[in-house]
Nanobody, 124 residues
Framework: QVQLVESGGGLAQPGDSLRLSCVAS????????VGWFRQVLGKERAFVAG????????DYADSVKGRFSILRHNNNNTAYLQMTALKPEDTAVYFC?????????????????WGPGTQVTVSS
């Protein structure tokens, strides 16, 4: 079991960059795949990016491909979402999630462990 806490959100202007962090406590982080999701008020949580347990594979939603990068440092139990070329439509609460399995799921139901989220607002 792991506990997750996100940080790094805030206010950005269009075109800016932000890096979100997801710090895990508990055992076995290096055996979990990690996903980043985002949620706009009144809408369902949407998959943004995912990375497998050792960082060897990743997956991205089409809306962020080429702009966002997911990576992890298992030595310090942290996963990151590097966001560049931010757009107003990237405004959302961003969540990290973790679970075990052979694939990197895009469905939020496939993740048991979630952080509380961090707000990202992109506005001029």
């Amino acid at each position: 079991q792991v506990q997750l806490v996100e940080s790094g959100g805030g206010l950005a202007q269009p075109g800016d960059s932000l890096r979100l962090s997801c710090v895990a406590s508990g055992r076995g982080f290096n055996t979990y795949h990690v996903g980043w999701f985002r949620q706009v008020l009144g809408k369902e949580r949407a998959f943004v990016a995912g990375i497998n347990w050792n960082g060897g594979r990743s997956d991205y939603a089409d809306s962020v491909k080429g702009r966002f990068s997911i990576l992890r440092h298992n030595n310090n139990n942290t996963a990151y979402l590097q966001m560049t070329a931010l757009k107003p439509e990237d405004t959302a609460v961003y969540f990290c999630a973790a679970d075990r399995g052979p694939l990197i799921p895009r469905e939020e139901s496939k993740y048991r462990y979630w952080g509380p989220g961090t707000q990202v607002t992109v506005s001029s």
